[in-house]
């Protein structure tokens, strides 16, 4: 199995950053694609961002395109969501995930492991 941790959530102020990391653990990390989903309260999971086996293919809500960006080291079994131009709607907590389908996911049913989520909470 393969074990993920989230960290790098925090309070910012609208138009404010912040940067996301999920380091891994268990299973060759290569091997999995990884996503990032978020869930506001009150609110269905959402799918974010996703990145392919190798990292040569990235995937984005249209709500977040050109605000975000994911990135891997594989290296480092870690990935990464750098949030730049946050919005008070981009509140919730940040979950990353694991998929064996090799060129990453949209959807939540794909990825077979996931980690405790961190909180990010933009301020208007």
């Known amino acids: 199995q393969v074990q993920l941790v989230e960290s790098g959530g925090g309070l910012v102020q609208a138009g404010g950053s912040l940067r996301l990391s999920c380091a891994t653990s268990?299973?060759?990390?290569?091997?999995?694609?990884m996503g990032w989903f978020r869930q506001a309260p009150g609110k269905e999971r959402e799918f974010v961002s996703a990145?392919?086996?190798?990292?040569?293919?990235?995937y984005y809500l249209d709500s977040v395109k050109g605000r975000f960006t994911i990135s891997r080291d594989n290296a480092k079994n870690t990935v990464y969501l750098q949030m730049n131009s946050l919005k008070p709607e981009d509140t919730a907590v940040y979950y990353c995930?694991?998929?064996?389908?090799?060129?990453?996911?949209?959807?939540?049913?794909?990825?077979?492991?996931w980690g405790q989520g961190t909180q990010v909470t933009v301020s208007s």
């Open positions: 268990g299973r060759t990390f290569s091997w999995y694609a």
């Open positions: 990145i392919s086996r190798s990292g040569g293919n990235t």
């Open positions: 995930a694991a998929t064996w389908v090799g060129t990453g996911s949209q959807s939540r049913s794909d990825y077979e492991y």
